[in-house]
């Protein structure tokens, strides 16, 4: 089983930045698809970004193009979500997740049942 660990969360103001990182405990790393997705009180989980297994294609929510970039590190099995320009309509839970199986199809990206694995999520908090 491939364990997933979020952290970074907090507090900022709006307008601020803010990097969360994603530890992964597995030996091919390369061959995972990552994303992240949150979820506000009262509302559905959201796909956020999703990074290819290579690390070559990046996919983004439109409600946070530009202002967020995904990455990953697979050296040190690490995926992070630099967000800046940060709303407080981004206040939510963000959670880590991760597949093994081939993705055929660009849409499989954004669907939360794609991901096998998941993180425990960390708080993100943005005040006006």
């Known amino acids: 089983q491939v364990q997933l660990v979020e952290s970074g969360g907090g507090l900022v103001q709006a307008g601020g930045s803010l990097r969360l990182s994603c530890a992964a405990s597995?030996?091919?790393?390369?061959?995972?698809?990552m994303g992240w997705f949150r979820q506000a009180p009262g509302k559905e989980r959201e796909f956020v970004a999703a990074?290819?297994?290579?690390?070559?294609?990046?996919y983004y929510a439109d409600s946070v193009k530009v202002r967020f970039t995904i990455s990953k590190d697979n050296a040190i099995n690490t995926m992070y979500l630099q967000m800046n320009s940060l709303k407080p309509e981004d206040t939510a839970v963000y959670y880590c997740?991760?597949?093994?199986?081939?993705?055929?199809?660009?849409?499989?990206?954004?669907?939360?049942?794609?991901?096998?694995?998941w993180g425990q999520g960390t708080q993100v908090t943005v005040s006006s």
């Open positions: 997740a991760a597949t093994d199986q081939p993705l055929y199809s660009t849409n499989s990206y954004f669907r939360a049942l794609t991901y096998n694995y």
């Open positions: 597995q030996r091919t790393f390369r061959g995972y698809t």
């Open positions: 990074i290819s297994r290579s690390g070559g294609s990046t």
